[in-house]
T-cell receptor, first 120, second 113 residues
């Protein structure tokens, strides 16, 4: 079974600064996806960024980037130029990659979340 | 493109009652997954439906059941409600049954008294 751990229950940052959220995971799988989702007070879970484990290059999406360390099973999220709208709960999540002819399904395993507050 | 929608937004039930939650998947998506999110916690996987069949299940009792319809919309049914069933129920859809990114609806907040 997979586990995802987010060791920072809460983080805060000043507007326009950079913040890094940590995530570690445990799995015996070699092929998988990792995700960061954002959940603002409106409750809608929004995809921030996705990383395929077989790709060595770290994913980036505008102000969001990840530091993926497969051997260390670490997957941190860096938010640059933080904005007030980034205030939300952030979840790290793991999904096993479907194998050809396999029976696995798209189950996301989430961490406990990190509450990020951006101050003006 | 229409996103994932869920209804109702919130509801209140009493212990022992039954509830049905509904989800309409994003256009072109044939797979729906349901998650339970307790307050202050990460979502927990309940089950997934692919082409009207249950395609995988998490650690939830049989009183949690579901359906998927030919238009790929889905229902989550919970019988014999317990106080611990109070949570946000999230539905997510994807175009593939395992490897594609899941897109979430706004959730249904269920309170059991």
């Amino acid at each position: 079974a997979q586990t995802v751990t987010q060791s920072q229950p809460e983080m805060s940052v000043q507007e326009a600064e950079t913040v890094t959220l940590s995530c570690t995971y445990d799995t015996s799988e070699s092929n998988y996806y990792l995700f960061w989702y954002k959940q603002p007070p409106s409750r809608q879970m929004i995809l921030v960024i996705r990383q395929e484990a077989y790709k060595q290059q770290n994913a980036t999406e505008n102000r969001f980037s990840v530091n993926f360390q497969k051997a260390a099973k670490s997957f941190s999220l860096k938010i640059s130029d933080s904005q007030l709208g980034d205030t939300a709960m952030y979840f790290c999540a793991f999904m096993k990659l479907r194998e050809a002819g396999g029976t696995s399904y798209g189950k996301l395993t989430f961490g406990q979340g990190t509450i990020l507050t951006v101050h003006p | 493109e229409t996103g994932v929608t869920q209804s109702p937004t919130h509801l209140i039930k009493t212990r022992g009652q039954q509830v049905t939650l509904r989800c309409s998947s994003q256009s072109g998506h044939n797979t729906v997954s349901w998650y339970q999110q307790a307050l202050g916690q990460g979502p927990q996987f309940i089950f997934q439906y692919y082409r009207e069949e249950e395609n995988g299940r998490g650690n939830f009792p049989p009183r949690f059941s579901g359906l998927q319809f030919p238009n790929y919309s889905s229902e989550l049914n919970v019988n014999a409600l317990e106080l611990d069933d109070s949570a946000l129920y999230l539905c997510a859809s994807t175009a593939g049954w395992s490897t594609d990114t899941q897109y979430f609806g706004p959730g249904t907040r269920l309170t059991v008294l």
